[in-house]
């Protein structure tokens, strides 16, 4: 009982959890027409310490979930979905399947003067590579740097986000960039933007901070105008979230990450 | 096709994850000869945040698959588990269930003078009033002072447990503690006492620290002497680690809070 895909269907976008919502903040803003459905999958998360099947499996089924949800483009909001699951939710539709690697690559590339990149994630992101591969695809004479920023994630969602023990993390895992010489930071984690004025701080302004979600709601946009399939309508497009479980203060720290209010909340099974 | 349970079956022990293995560790220093089998439910972790519901459910799930390995009793190392579970799985048999929080709540009561006694866990924990309550239905003249120490578990896994920043995050999180008199400090969180040197630096000698695992492991103790069911054999009893997923860096981690290498650890599906 499939209705036909149309530009006023939504996008459907999902994360591990509470952190994609700074890709959705970024698709409200680039795309204030668009509806959105909203899936995070806070009964599991994390995924960036979990295994490749265990990821594979799970953003499979969310995605199956979206699918059925009508949407006409699926955007993998987590970077450790991205990084191992595209392949296999690509064989399960024709429509569009958008991660956030490959837009924050591009665009980090096309800023750096030196090629000399960096890349901050989870563990699970940087034990992956994949930054590091996709932009090796791209452009084999980079200089790529990769970190894992654990503490970040927790700090985000305590709302730490730029008192003197944030910035004394971000002074230990950072430091080593400026020695590097640097000129480009991609932001490889969707908690990261939390912390931008943070980690600029310390890294001063003449290295560029990519934010991967933001890129990637750009690049949603792009494809969406190539297709024409974008919303034009006037007003505001409708949001839904979904989440697997209720996480504890998820109001408090949700709010944060989407810069607004959320309303319209439920808790579904996969 | 159930054996029948004996002295020389083995404990059982869960958590969601790995943090529970600092309350192996004071088993094993405990009862050395116990055969023991642990359980870290790494794909489904963490249990903190998640609901009532679905921690029971998996606690359920878990504490079954641990009576098919035939244990004589089952130990939940894990805090969030043992605020909201124990009836639960106390259903599923007649078999000994411990969980962590009694013990470590009479632990603390034994040991104050004053009755105010602090106690530092997960928010999960904390917004559970578990210890709390628990507390109460002993000594209603106590008075408790709770909070969440969220940063702590992952300074634990990334083993800064001694360097600056804990040393600024554990002061941050605990000097009001001393401005409130406590003499006693409970650790609800198997995760935190990787942090002992760190938290007891803040605090001062004259505030005590009671380890809710290692009170979990003497109280295990007390009710196998009890019920003459110790394995009284000399050699060192059998250990068994199972996981639902492998967790990136688990040797590593896995070794710092067991405080041994780690053998035999196998993958099961739930």
Redesign the interface.
């Known amino acids: 009982m499939k209705k036909n895909i149309s530009r006023r269907s939504p996008i459907g976008v999902f994360d591990s959890g509470i952190g994609g919502l700074t890709v959705a903040r970024s698709l409200f803003e680039i795309l204030p027409g668009e509806n959105i459905i909203y899936l995070g999958d806070?009964?599991?998360?994390p995924y960036?310490?979990?295994?490749k099947e265990?990821v594979i499996k799970y953003s499979v089924e969310i995605t199956k979930f979206l699918l059925n949800k009508n949407v006409k483009m699926v955007v993998v909001a987590c970077n450790t979905a991205s990084s191992v699951a595209l392949p296999y939710l690509r064989k399960l539709t024709s429509l569009p399947v958008i991660g956030v690697i490959k837009p924050g690559c591009k665009a980090a590339l096309k800023e750096t003067n030196n090629f000399k990149i960096g890349v901050i994630g989870t563990?699970?992101t940087i034990?992956s590579y994949s930054y590091k591969t996709q932009i090796h695809k791209i452009e084999r004479e980079t200089e790529v740097f990769s970190k894992a920023c654990?503490?970040f994630?927790?700090?985000a969602?305590?709302g730490?986000t730029d008192n003197?023990?944030a910035k004394?993390?971000a002074k230990?895992y950072l430091d080593e960039f400026k020695r590097m010489n640097i000129d480009t930071l991609i932001l490889g984690c969707t908690h990261y933007p939390i912390l931008k004025n943070t980690i600029s701080g310390v890294l001063g302004k003449k290295i560029k901070l990519i934010d991967s979600g933001e890129e990637a709601a750009k690049e949603v946009k792009r494809i969406l105008e190539q297709e024409d399939m974008l919303n034009n309508q006037k007003k505001n497009g409708v949001h839904k979230f979904y989440v697997t479980?209720?996480?504890?203060?998820f109001k408090e720290i949700s709010e944060r990450f989407l810069g607004q209010p959320i309303h319209d909340v439920k808790k579904v099974k996969l």
């Open positions: 806070t009964a599991r998360l960036g310490t979990k295994s265990t563990l699970g034990l654990s503490l994630v927790q700090l969602e305590d730490w003197k023990i004394m993390v230990e479980d209720f996480q504890k203060k």
